[in-house]
């Protein structure tokens, strides 16, 4: 005996997908920034002074 069962998936399926995946991709683009901001921050500053003077 073969049971074919099938999963329904309704419309709004896909837009709770992508709203719990969007604060992912937001949290590591906010970590890549911090990083930038970290190594470069200093360096970017010390240039701006440097033309101030």
């Known amino acids: 005996m073969k049971l074919n069962k ?8 896909g837009g709770m997908v992508i709203g719990s ?3 992912v991709i ?3 683009f906010g ?3 911090a990083f ?10 010390n240039m701006i ?5």
Do not use: E
């Open 6 to 13: 099938r999963g329904y998936i309704d419309p709004g399926t």
């Open 21 to 23: 995946i969007w604060p």
């Open 26 to 28: 937001l949290a590591i």
């Open 31 to 33: 970590a890549i920034v």
């Open 36 to 45: 930038f901001i970290k190594w470069f921050y200093k360096p970017i500053k």
């Open 49 to 53: 002074f440097r033309f101030k003077k």
